[in-house]
Nanobody, 124 residues
Framework: QLQLVESGGGLVQAGDSLTLACTAS????????MGWFRQAPGKEREFVAA????????NYADSVKGRFTISRDNDKNLVYLQMNNLKPEDTAVYYC?????????????????WGQGTQVTVSS
């Protein structure tokens, strides 16, 4: 059983940066591929970024590529999402998720564990 808790959300202005953190508690964190998803008001939850178990491979949604960076610290059971040049359309609740499988990182149905989410609001 893995428990995930997100932190670092808040209200920022367009162009600002923000770093989200996901703290995992439970055994064998390194065995999980990790992802970030987000859900904007009135929209479905969507994939943002994913990182492999060892942290060497990362994938991003086209909408955040070049602006967001996902990373992990397996010694501290942490996953980060560094968000630069934020836009109003990045406003959403951001969720951290973990899964055992390696493939289909963009499909949320394969993720086994989810956090409660943290709100990010970007004003124009």
């Amino acid at each position: 059983q893995l428990q995930l808790v997100e932190s670092g959300g808040g209200l920022v202005q367009a162009g600002d940066s923000l770093t989200l953190a996901c703290t995992a508690s439970g055994p064998r964190f390194i065995e999980y591929n990790m992802g970030w998803f987000r859900q904007a008001p009135g929209k479905e939850r969507e994939f943002v970024a994913a990182v492999s178990r060892g942290g060497l491979n990362a994938n991003y949604a086209d909408s955040v590529k070049g602006r967001f960076t996902i990373s992990r610290d397996n010694d501290k059971n942490l996953v980060y999402l560094q968000m630069n040049n934020l836009k109003p359309e990045d406003t959403a609740v951001y969720y951290c998720a973990a899964k055992v499988t390696s493939a289909t990182y963009w499909q949320q149905q394969w993720y086994n564990y989810w956090g409660q989410g943290t709100q990010v609001t970007v004003s124009s």
